[in-house]
């Protein structure tokens, strides 16, 4: 008998087997690859006091690349990003 990714399935189920199923998805155009280094938009002198001003920006700064399809997908991978 030939095994199909159903047949294993049922198997691994009949065995309580933990395992994952992922589905082949195809690159969205938009989708861009990084390849230049990171150069960060702004610079701050040593002896900057931070404010909840700068703090506010930061957080509209992480939800705007958090709610990015690459955001999820970082928050989906965990680690220090999911957390």
């Not at 199923?21 to 002198?45: A, D, K």
């Not at 705007?64 to 957390?83: E, T």
């Amino acid at each position: 008998m030939a095994h199909t990714i159903v047949t294993v399935a049922h198997r691994l189920l009949d065995r309580g087997i933990p395992f994952c199923t992922l589905l082949p998805l195809t690159c969205s155009p938009q989708q861009v690859t990084i390849t230049e280094p990171y150069v960060p938009r702004s610079y701050r002198l040593s002896d900057h006091t931070f404010t909840k001003a700068n703090f506010d920006v930061a957080m509209l700064a992480c939800r705007s690349v958090l709610s990015s399809p690459q955001g999820r997908a970082a928050l989906l991978q965990g680690g220090i990003v999911g957390r």
